[in-house]
């Protein structure tokens, strides 16, 4: 019902930026209609929220470990989802998922539509 394709993961050193994008595409759904969300998952950890944008960009919210180093954006033309990781630490490495919410505000995506195959993000010390 949803194709969603993170890109820009990748290897990186402590205190570097990386940007992320996650192209939407669908038959069914309008990209504009819901709210979106970057996830990530630690080897031997629970995935977690990292970051959630409404369907306008007007609402963000983020997880305390990335709050003031990470910023989540979209661009509702392009059907793109973003997530500019800035000041990158080793704790940070996992597979950053893309994520569409159940409606057109962050809704902690307890009906999400869709996710993301993953891209990999590895913070070397």
């Known amino acids: 019902q949803v194709q969603l394709v993170e890109s820009g993961g990748g290897l990186v050193q402590a205190g570097g930026s990386l940007r992320l994008s996650c192209t939407f595409s669908?038959?069914?759904?309008?990209?504009?209609?819901?709210?979106m969300g970057w996830f990530r998952q630690a080897p031997g950890k629970e995935r977690e929220e990292v970051a959630c944008?409404?369907?306008?960009?007007?609402?963000?919210s983020y997880a305390p470990p990335v709050k003031g180093r990470f910023s989540i954006s979209r661009d509702n033309a392009k059907q793109v989802l973003y997530l500019q990781m800035n000041k990158l630490e080793v704790e940070d490495t996992a597979t950053y998922y893309c994520?569409?919410?159940?409606?057109?505000?962050?809704?902690?995506?307890?009906?999400?539509?869709?996710w993301g195959p993953g891209t990999q993000v590895t913070v070397s010390s």
């Open positions: 944008v409404s369907w306008d960009g007007g609402s963000e």
């Open positions: 994520v569409v919410d159940g409606g057109p505000y962050c809704t902690s995506f307890i009906t999400a539509k869709g």
């Open positions: 669908s038959s069914a759904l309008r990209f504009d209609d819901y709210a």
